[in-house]
């Protein structure tokens, strides 16, 4: 990932939001200061206990579905793992098919909570840095 | 079943003759038509004018006036061909058009170059990139030590700068965004396709013929 993908991410080079309304987002960011294969695995945990499927797309792609339709078909939702850092990857949410409130609460009431303890906070940029195994993801064009 | 100019019409602020509108660019007489309802709406919506200013502009973009966006000001300021400090609807047609699904590659890298060297010197500066990345951690929920920053500068600028100058000039842009096309998902709006599924209330203002696209 190059600074101009990172820079390319700021809402105001959204034009969408001229076409459609704020809170109906489909996309959500976080950056977590952990592995790939840590952040697959609490994400494929958080999948569980949600009650849907998670599966292995492409390498630092992972696709959650719900197994039951929802109010505009069955859920489904991207998650997609840029690295910045062997250390240091963003995530990147999407959803890709169903209605826009199940998504929205799938990643307010599940996603966001469950990776609390792993998005990175500033404030503890200066304690211990976690043990950094040596898995490195293919690097996302 | 048939459309006539209506000959007693009341002008509507900002209004820009669609059929020229859309021999300048990949949009049809309806799609102008279209893009002309949601230009007044945003237009009108602080100072009822015709024109967008950059409260106006906020305000669509982010639900609120007062947001200072370095990179909405950036996009402002290139709609904004004619420096006046406000867009009006030809302006608005013609820089959309850039990021119509159809429109020339070529357009849309020139324009993502022209976004990024926010000083126009015709070269995009390390500083400046640097600045761009600061204040999108800034304002964002993404944060990065100093050091990471200047890992992610000294990357991109070994790929992108080619003859180690310092700045991306408009030829290594080129090349670098050939190789790293995802750099130009910005420049595409897939809602251009359907502005006339999106704002279908043109119907009934349409003052051409309709001519079978």
């Known amino acids: 990932m190059n600074a101009f993908d990172i820079i390319s991410l700021s809402p105001g080079f959204d034009l969408t939001t001229l076409f459609e309304e704020p809170r109906l987002k489909k996309e959500a960011r976080f950056t977590i200061w952990r592995p790939a294969s840590v952040i697959i695995w609490k994400l494929e945990d958080i999948g569980r206990v949600l009650g849907m499927k998670v599966s292995k797309r492409e390498a630092g792609l992972l696709k959650m579905e719900g197994v039951k339709e929802g109010r505009k078909g069955i859920l489904s939702i991207d998650a997609e793992i840029f690295e910045l850092t062997p250390s240091f990857h963003l995530v990147e949410v999407k959803k890709c098919n169903g209605d826009t409130l199940e998504y929205q609460k799938v990643v307010n009431e599940g996603l966001r909570p469950g990776l609390e303890d792993i998005i990175w906070d500033w404030q503890q940029e200066q304690h211990v840095q976690p043990e950094q195994q040596d898995v490195q993801l293919p690097q996302q064009d | ?213």
């Open chain 2, 1 to 213: 079943m048939g459309c006539f100019n209506s000959t007693v019409r009341k002008p509507v602020p900002g209004h820009e003759n669609p059929t020229i509108l859309a021999s300048q660019t990949a949009f049809s007489v309806s799609e102008v038509e279209a893009l002309f309802e949601l230009f007044k709406s945003i237009s009108s919506s602080v100072i009822d004018d015709g024109l967008i200013n950059k409260e106006e502009f906020q305000l669509a973009l982010f639900k609120n006036r007062k947001k200072e966006n370095l990179f909405a000001n950036r996009i402002f300021d290139l709609f904004d061909v004619k420096q006046k400090g406000v867009i009006d609807f030809g302006d608005f047609v013609r820089a959309l058009n850039v990021f119509h699904p159809n429109a020339p590659q070529e357009d849309k890298i020139s324009f993502c170059f022209k976004l990024y060297d926010m000083d126009g010197t015709g070269f995009i500066e390390r500083q400046e990139v640097k600045q761009m990345l600061i204040a999108l951690l800034c304002e964002s929920e993404l944060k990065l030590a100093d050091d990471t920053i200047e890992i992610i500068l000294d990357k991109t600028f070994s790929e992108a700068d080619v003859d180690q100058d310092g700045k991306i000039d408009k030829s290594e842009w080129h090349n670098f965004v050939t190789k790293n096309p995802s750099l130009l998902k910005i420049m595409t709006l897939p809602y251009l396709r359907d502005i006339t599924t999106t704002f279908p209330s043109f119907v009934f203002n349409s003052e051409v013929e309709e001519i079978a696209t």
